[in-house]
């Protein structure tokens, strides 16, 4: 740094930073994001002379973690013997952002003008007490003097209307100044606090590396430098473009934000799902006490809702006819990888400012064709949601997180999808049909058998299906049965009173394939009975 420079009198660094160092140009040629951190890489070439040197790098991030910090030699004749961060306050005042200086003369103003407000407040209020205090002296004062046979009543009610009308002038100025009191202090916290979203930590703390470098003859060298800095994080992002409903255009991306102190431009990114925060520490080991207890005669069960959780639906066989592994996990904080780590490598370069604002770098991209159809859930939803139903044809995974819909018309809105191995399907709802109107209804009954003494519930759902278009629609339609775990439960389904012959899984899931006429409509029955065995209690 020049010594014009370090004497600027509008900027000044405690402590000083080295002039007299020769400067290492080693930009950021690569960073590996992680869930809560980033790796950054350097390289640079600098002229050393033989014995020690000591070269200094500019611009890196303040917060950059000390005892990450790695360097070593890629070419020459030499190694790094220390190398070490320095912190410097930077402390300006005329070469703020000119938005910057704009915002703080207006706070400025604002200020001024809020005091000045609260002080006539606060006169008018004191006048406008004395007033009321004269009124009330002079209302105590009138039986008296006319008492005396004192006063006029002309004198009187002029006296009394002129302190009135000051009354409710001061009142009126008192409440005004109130309103405007309140108005310039939420514009002065609005402008207080865009001026705070314009600070950066580059803006006061600068930071340097200072590496020792001993070399065997004079030339010149390539050093690497690596190190950790916080303040960076990425997350999946998709996007989901459905055309004709044939044919999806599927393309991953990763949401990056930084705001580390330094930028990165033009550098290879890398995306990790590796979680180093996890620790190695083995679990708490505690006693488990084992007792015995007699076993209840009593049958208590108790109806629960289990999720049914599927990563995919199916992959295509490999090569030699095995399938890829499924996922151990679904539901995992951060980035979800099925359960191994994953490293994601941008294609070309990128930028990313160290604003903490969020930046989007594709990753990968394919092409499959859809199997479009309606889906109906009543039991959730009255309503017919059109499905996409699709494979992975890249050699990437799709990492769970968001995925922004589109078709042919545009956008569509948002939706999640879980994570998706390489050759797996997959199905994206692209939103409602509002052709398709659903209404359900549902009624209960119970009885009991007098000879068997089981109890019977049975339940009847009716669903009623309207297609509003000109055009023939075919729906999906699923309802769910309760499905029993233990023999003094039984679960069935009532054929003869159920419309059609619906698919009925081992999950409960029953479905019907329906065909909707042109603005037509359609019924659909479900009867299905639960029969507990005698004495057997509900939770």
């Given at each position: ?242 055309l004709g409903g044939k044919r999806l255009q599927f393309t991953s991306s990763a949401a990056v934000w930084q705001n580390t102190g330094e930028d990165w431009k033009d550098v290879e990114l890398q995306f990790s799902t590796a979680r180093s925060s996890l620790g190695i520490e083995p679990p708490m080991l505690h006693a488990d006490l084992l007792t015995v207890k007699k076993k209840s005669e009593a049958v208590v069960v108790q109806a629960r809702q289990v999720q049914v959780q599927k990563a995919g639906l199916g992959s295509a066989p490999a ?55 309606l889906v109906s859930f009543p039991e959730l939803e009255p309503k017919a949601f059109l499905r996409a139903r699709a494979r992975n044809t890249s050699a990437s995974p799709v990492l769970a997180g968001p995925v922004e819909l589109l078709q042919d018309n545009g956008f569509v809105g948002w939706t999640q999808t879980l994570f998706v191995a390489p050759q797996e399907k997959f199905e994206l709802s692209f939103g409602p049909d509002d052709a398709v109107r659903v209404q359900r209804e549902e009624k209960k009954s119970t009885k009991q058998h ?90």
């Amino acid at each position: 740094m020049s010594t014009a420079t370090a004497l600027n009198p509008v900027e000044r660094y405690e402590p000083m930073p080295p002039a007299d160092l020769p400067v290492l140009e080693a930009p950021v040629r690569g960073v590996t994001l992680l869930e809560d951190r980033a790796q950054v890489t350097r390289r640079g070439t600098v002229r050393v002379s033989a014995g020690q040197n000591r070269v200094v790098v500019h611009g890196v991030a303040p917060v950059l973690q000390d005892v990450s910090l790695r360097a070593e030699i890629l070419s020459g004749k030499a190694r790094v013997a220390d190398l070490r961060i320095r912190r410097a306050l930077r402390i300006r005042t005329l070469d703020k952002p000119e938005k910057a200086r704009e915002l703080e003369t207006r706070i400025e103003e604002l200020t001024r003008e809020y005091q000045q407000v609260l002080e006539d407040q606060a006169r008018a209020r004191a006048r406008f007490e004395r007033i009321h205090q004269h009124l009330l002296l002079g209302a105590s004062e009138l039986p008296v003097d006319a008492g005396w046979g004192m006063g006029m009543a002309t004198q009187w009610q002029d006296s009394f209307d002129t302190l009135f009308r000051k009354s409710r002038q001061l009142r009126e100025s008192t409440l005004q100044a109130t309103f405007t009191a309140e108005r310039l202090l939420q514009e002065l916290n609005t402008l207080k606090f865009r001026r705070l979203a314009l600070d950066r930590v580059d803006h006061q703390v600068v930071s340097w590396l200072e590496a020792d470098v001993l070399a065997d003859a004079e030339g010149e060298v390539e050093v690497r430098i690596d190190y950790v800095v916080p303040n960076a994080l990425w997350r999946p992002l998709h996007t989901a473009r459905l055309l004709g409903g044939k044919r999806l255009q599927f393309t991953s991306s990763a949401a990056v934000w930084q705001n580390t102190g330094e930028d990165w431009k033009d550098v290879e990114l890398q995306f990790s799902t590796a979680r180093s925060s996890l620790g190695i520490e083995p679990p708490m080991l505690h006693a488990d006490l084992l007792t015995v207890k007699k076993k209840s005669e009593a049958v208590v069960v108790q109806a629960r809702q289990v999720q049914v959780q599927k990563a995919g639906l199916g992959s295509a066989p490999a090569a030699g006819g095995a399938r890829p592994a499924a996922p151990s996990t679904v539901d995992l904080p951060g980035v979800d990888d099925g359960g191994e780590t994953r490293n994601l490598r941008a294609p070309g370069k990128s930028t990313v400012p160290s604003d903490g604002r969020p930046n989007v770098i594709p990753l990968f991209s394919f092409e499959d064709d859809a199997e479009a159809a309606l889906v109906s859930f009543p039991e959730l939803e009255p309503k017919a949601f059109l499905r996409a139903r699709a494979r992975n044809t890249s050699a990437s995974p799709v990492l769970a997180g968001p995925v922004e819909l589109l078709q042919d018309n545009g956008f569509v809105g948002w939706t999640q999808t879980l994570f998706v191995a390489p050759q797996e399907k997959f199905e994206l709802s692209f939103g409602p049909d509002d052709a398709v109107r659903v209404q359900r209804e549902e009624k209960k009954s119970t009885k009991q058998h007098h000879v068997s003494k089981w109890n019977e519930h049975t339940t009847h759902i009716t669903l009623y299906l309207s297609n509003l278009s000109g055009e023939a629609k075919r729906v999906e339609v699923t309802e769910r049965l309760p499905v029993s775990e233990i023999e003094h439960v039984k679960v069935e389904l009532d054929k003869e009173k159920s419309t059609g012959e619906p698919e009925l899984d081992e999950n409960g899931f029953c479905k019907w394939k329906a065909e909707l006429p042109p603005n037509g409509h359609l019924v659909l029955a479900l009867r299905f009975k639960v029969s507990y065995a005698p004495g057997v209690q509900s939770a």
